[in-house]
Nanobody
């Protein structure tokens, strides 16, 4: 059973930075898609960044140049480095995993991820 545990959320002022971590266990590395998704109050959950088992990475347009997804396979940990944060980045952030299919943000719908962490809140004040 895949288990995902996020950490690293918090409150920052606009322009600040946060790094989210997702400790993963119980999964195989082949044909795996790992993603960060977020959901703001009153909005639908959306993909933010994703990385597949080949290392191919994609981002939603609004975070390109500001967010960086990475993984440490030795530690089975996924990261999301978030710089130049904006108030509109305020949301609950989730780590998610899936097997098979496309891993591209915008092509893989949130409901196509099979495993989810509990979420970590990110709040950016102006």
């Amino acid at each position: 059973q895949v288990q995902l545990v996020e950490s690293g959320g918090g409150s920052v002022q606009a322009g600040g930075s946060l790094r989210l971590s997702c400790a993963a266990s119980g999964y195989t590395t082949s044909n795996k898609c790992m993603g960060w998704l977020r959901q703001a109050p009153g909005k639908e959950r959306e993909g933010v960044a994703a990385i597949d088992s080949t290392g191919s990475i994609s981002y939603t347009d609004s975070v390109k140049g500001r967010f960086t997804i990475s993984q440490d396979n030795a530690k089975n940990t996924l990261y999301l480095q978030m710089n130049s944060l904006k108030p509109e980045d305020t949301a609950m952030y989730y780590c998610a995993a899936a097997y098979g299919g496309t891993c591209r943000v915008g092509l893989r719908a949130p409901n196509e991820y099979s495993y989810w962490g509990q979420g970590t809140q990110v709040t950016v004040s102006s």
